[in-house]
């Protein structure tokens, strides 16, 4: 069969990237296309570089999407369903909302996609096409197939090596999806066979795109060890959680191996925020040192920011923004709560009828789609928006980087990048009449 995988476009000004060069590459479909038995044909699209052809002949597409996607998603399966051709949707969205998705498509996959993808194949080339295919255990990660990055067009993705070395996650914070979806239980696949996919990358620059590369000490230990000793010296980005630094061998095993950053989720700088939102492993009184050691063993941080939590008032911008800059972290992510299908979140939220927009593409974690207990809508929206300008303004880009920091070139590259999108972001809403400014909330 030929066989078409379509990663949809983003439409979000925040995360929309020049038709040239988009930041990852799909890892979900070059995972599939390893995963599809060799008589068939997988060509890869990524819609933020190509321009799709619904005239294209091909015997099945499938198509991912996670929420904000999944509207543009559904429109791409109509348009080939249109034409004749039988479409599948797999992701997280379709995986939480099945029988949504499931009204624009012949077959939906539910879960991960190791076994259901081939045995969909197979049922397809048996003229036995069900309409939902779910996993029946949770994949097992040794002897993964190898994701086929030679379908790939790699010079045009920023970073284009990713691996994932683990999936699931112990905790089960209420407004993410990844426990949800890849369960509780911590997976890895064998350290071995990592090391030796990383060995065979093209690149030696890596980004591990695991919910948590410290998940677990042990597996993480070993993991940075061998990391270390392979004759090909990688730099690798990550994410991973603060309590990192109270283990001081796994700090410097991480720096040997080549670890130049990590994306932190703080969340927030409430300890009653926190606790609310089941983030059991953040200690709000530790960060400040935490972040120090990180630094000390020139590892820089992305912190990620949720603003829009029960206990946040108006006061938080500024506080968070000031905590980010003062401890001076090399990026940051700031997100407005929002409420994905299959969280827990969404289920209070739903209970307490304060979801104001159930329109999936707005979903992006820069719009406010709920009421918020402790402040207007408008004032999360103005607010977050503030604070991305304040954090990626000029001056605080160089009083929190300086020239002298490790990296320097690369950090600051990244910032004036994120401001440059920023700033688009805010000029689009301002154009929409979405959203006014806010003088009031601007320091200078
Ligand atoms: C890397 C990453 C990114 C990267 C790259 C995304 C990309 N192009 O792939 C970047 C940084 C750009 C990114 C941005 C965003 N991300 Co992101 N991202 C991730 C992360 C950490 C890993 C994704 C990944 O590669 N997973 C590994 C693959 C193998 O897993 P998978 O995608 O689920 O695919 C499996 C199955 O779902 C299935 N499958 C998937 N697609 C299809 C299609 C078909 C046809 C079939 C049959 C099966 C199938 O098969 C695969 C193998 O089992 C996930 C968290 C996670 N653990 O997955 C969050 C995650 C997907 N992101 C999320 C979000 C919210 C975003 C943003 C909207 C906001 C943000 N700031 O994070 C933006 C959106 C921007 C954009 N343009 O897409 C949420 C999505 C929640 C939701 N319900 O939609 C997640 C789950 C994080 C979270 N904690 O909740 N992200
Ligand atoms: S936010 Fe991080 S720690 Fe919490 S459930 Fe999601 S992946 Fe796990």
Redo the contacts with the bound molecule.
Sequence with gaps: MKIA?I?PA?HDPL??TEKEKS???????I??AALTPPQHEVTILDESLTHLDFNEKYDLV???A????APRAYEIADGFREKGTRV??????P??LPEEAAAHADAV?I????G??QR?LNDLENGQLRTFYRQEERPALEHMATPRRDLLQRSRYLIPD?V?TTRGCPFACSF???SQ??GHEFRFRPVEEVVREVQNLEGEVVAF?D?NIVGNPGYARRLFTELARLPKKIKWFS?GSLNIAKDEELLQLAAASGCIGLFIGFESLSPANLQAIGKKVNLVADYQQAIKKLHDHGIAIEGAFVFGLDEDDDSVFERTVKFAQDNRLEAA?F?ILTP???TPLRETLEREGRITNNDWGE???SKVVFEPKNMSAKTLQEGFNWAWQEFYSLGSISRRLGLTKRHAAILWALNLNIRKRFNHFVEKLHADSLIMPQPSLARQ
Excluded: K, R
């Design positions: 995988l990663a983003w995360w929309e930041i990852f590459p799909p890892l979900n479909l995972t599939l499938g198509i991912s996670m929420t904000a996607l599948v949707l797999g992701g997280m969205h995986s939480a996959v879960g991960e996609a190791e259901s993808w969909l990713t994932q993410c999806t990844v979806f890849f795109i919910d994410q992510q997100g994905f299908p299959g979903y992006t974690i």
